[in-house]
């Protein structure tokens, strides 16, 4: 393994997966990721040691991360955010703590750590351990990506004083192009050299180091300007009930401080709405109308919900389409 990598207790199988990498990029052989899954069949995109090298500058840049910085990266290898860690630790001639990905992955850590990415489940339980926590709170610069970061989590953050940046990105940019400090901004801000435009209120990248063509995405956004956004939500996952344009994501952000666990929002047909919106929980609530009422208007308010197990990905987002599939036509009832 590289002189800058340090393992803790590291499994085999994950040993040998980041000696692979160590023999690609020393080959400059393209390396291979894939797309996350979670909104359809993973797809494989190559890249070269240099298109990983500037974005790794990036944040490095970003973060003024340098030799004397200890990181930890407990996120499998596989993703683009493991890929990353090691990619930004062998640019910046920084030590890396590598352990098995796990919720808890500060409960062995023993040295102080300056940088770390985490998914927003592993932030959820270091919170619940006071050890952990108290390592938690030494690291200099949280990055929290992955998935979409609950209210009742930021809150949490807050509560703690603990300073956290929340990652937009995708595996066609090579990890993020822009950042937002959790729960003291809405913008996210572009990293240098990366600007935005709007097609159709979906953002489009432009990103010339990574692709020399214009990046389109499904994201809906407020375009604030060519360095700022607002995020709403996926257009592929906007539910027209009614004649109401509904951004689930956006919408789930609200509720989430009304909800424990994993849930997220969705649609199914029906005859007089065209869709109905629906709400899909990992646990049973004890959750009604009259609740919400004061806080969200009528075609905010879920008309059905059922309980399911959820399908997630690796970096722990939800398959949305493949947990709808998974729900019981007759089992649907009325919140």
Request: charged residues 20%; contains cysteine; hydrophobic residues 40%.
């Amino acid at each position: 393994m590289h002189p800058l990598f340090k393992s803790i207790h590291l499994k085999e199988e994950l040993l040998v997966k980041v000696e692979t990498f160590c023999q690609e990029w020393e080959n400059e052989v393209p390396i291979r990721i894939f797309t996350s899954g979670s909104t359809g069949k993973p797809k494989e995109i190559s890249f070269s040691k240099e298109q990983f090298i500037q974005s790794a500058k990036k944040t490095i840049a970003f973060f003024d991360l340098n030799e004397n910085t200890k990181a930890l990266l407990c996120l499998s290898p596989d993703t683009i955010g493991g890929k990353m860690m090691l990619v930004r630790a062998l640019v910046g001639n920084y030590t890396l703590n590598i352990t098995n990905p796990s919720l808890d992955p500060f409960d062995a850590l023993e040295e102080q750590i300056d940088f770390v990415a985490l998914v927003p489940a592993q932030v959820s339980h270091i919170l619940k351990n006071p050890s952990s926590l108290s390592k938690l709170k030494l690291v200099k610069h949280l990055l929290i990506g992955g998935a979409e970061i609950p209210n009742e989590l930021v809150e949490l953050l807050k509560l703690h004083g603990i300073k956290a940046y929340q990652s937009y990105g995708m595996t066609e940019t090579i990890s993020h192009v822009a950042l937002r400090e959790i729960g003291t901004n809405t913008e996210y801000h572009a990293l240098p050299g990366i600007q935005f435009t709007c097609d159709h209120n979906c953002l489009t990248v432009h990103y010339p180091e990574i692709n020399p063509n214009p990046i389109h995405t499904t994201d809906q956004v407020e375009l604030l300007d060519k360095q700022r956004f607002i995020w709403k939500g996926r257009a592929d996952f906007v539910i027209n009930s009614g004649g109401k344009k509904i951004h689930p994501e956006a919408l789930e952000q609200r509720l989430s401080s009304y909800i424990s666990g994993r849930f997220f929002l969705s649609s199914i047909p029906h005859p007089i709405w065209g869709e109905a919106l629906v709400l899909l929980t990992e646990q049973p609530i004890s959750l009604n109308k009259t609740t919400l009422a004061d806080e969200f208007s009528a075609h905010e308010i879920p008309k059905f919900t059922q309980t399911v197990s959820m399908v997630l990905t690796d970096s722990g987002k939800i398959q949305r389409d493949r947990t709808l599939q998974k729900c019981q036509d007759d089992a649907w009832i009325s919140l």
